[in-house]
């Protein structure tokens, strides 16, 4: 057994407005007979994306003691929602190039004489490789490496640092600090600068920076951290600064929310940058 994050959905909330779908970059929400489902747990990571585009305050995450994945028993928990929740979990499952776990949970409704029909759909008996589109975006291995222009070629002469406090780890900053008085606040993704090349010029200069990865620290602290820095300085702006990958965009949902629990009016901008070192807005 085994902790693991995962949302839980409070279906009387819950109004299937959809705006946490757009906000879920695994897939793992539908709106299915006027309510949002979570249709696989396979596919949820616990980052939380979801829950600050939620009006109603239906998602929260929970952790749980959880064994590794089991197809039969998330469809003990499917079927119990109905034939329409059946179809659209077997339908994430093929999306997902999930062949293995597809033929599993054919074989749970045939034993149990519950008929489902995806159309055009035909299972192979054979292990099915998985296909890229299956794995995390922000986690797809992609090489750089030829480029028109060497890098030497681009690059000018040597800057210096901008860099203006320390802790930077949004962990290990302190909640009240002389440099938060007045500051320009930048929260940037961890790998923001080492794929924007021009990140200190042009981001950094003249602000204050928090650093921190939304897809694998808690994303819960990192929300009420931000909340009390709001708090207890007189902060002018936030600039938020994360990679395009979708598991980095949670970066933008967390800051909002702590805005907002501040119960300040702070200026917020949201700076995207691209996976081969470009800003997109």
């Not at 979990?89 to 599993?104: A, F, G, M, N």
Request: with cysteine; charged share 25%.
């Amino acid at each position: 057994m085994i902790k693991r994050k995962i949302i839980n959905i409070n279906e009387e909330r819950c109004n299937g407005c959809g705006l946490c779908i757009p906000n879920c970059p695994e897939g793992a929400i539908q709106i299915i007979d006027g309510k949002a489902r979570l249709i696989s747990d396979l596919f949820c990571d616990g980052l939380g994306a979801c829950i600050g585009q939620c009006p109603q305050g239906a998602i929260i995450v929970e952790e749980r003691q959880a064994e590794s994945y089991s197809e039969k028993k998330v469809m003990e928990n499917i079927v119990k929602q109905g034939k329409n929740v059946i179809k659209a979990h077997l339908e994430h499952l093929k999306d997902h190039s999930q062949s293995e776990y597809l033929k599993e949970a054919l074989d749970f409704l045939k034993q149990r004489k519950i008929g489902i029909h995806l159309e055009g759909e035909t299972i192979q008996k054979e292990h099915a490789h998985m296909s890229d589109s299956s794995s995390c975006p922000g986690s797809k291995v992609m090489d750089f490496r030829e480029k028109e222009a060497s890098i030497k070629d681009r690059l000018g002469p040597k800057g210096e640092s901008e860099l203006r406090n320390w802790p930077i780890q949004i962990k290990l900053a302190p909640s009240n600090a002389p440099y938060f008085e007045n500051a320009e606040l930048l929260i940037a993704a961890d790998c923001v600068p080492f794929a924007y090349a021009d990140f200190h010029s042009d981001l950094l200069k003249d602000k204050i920076l928090l650093v921190g990865c939304p897809k694998l620290d808690d994303a819960a602290f990192y929300e009420e951290k931000i909340t009390q820095i709001l708090k207890n300085n007189n902060i002018k702006s936030v600039i938020c600064v994360h990679m395009e990958v979708p598991c980095c965009f949670g970066l933008v949902n967390i800051i909002k929310s702590a805005i907002s629990a501040s119960g300040k009016q702070i200026s917020f901008k949201e700076v995207t940058i691209g996976i081969k070192g470009e800003k997109l807005k």
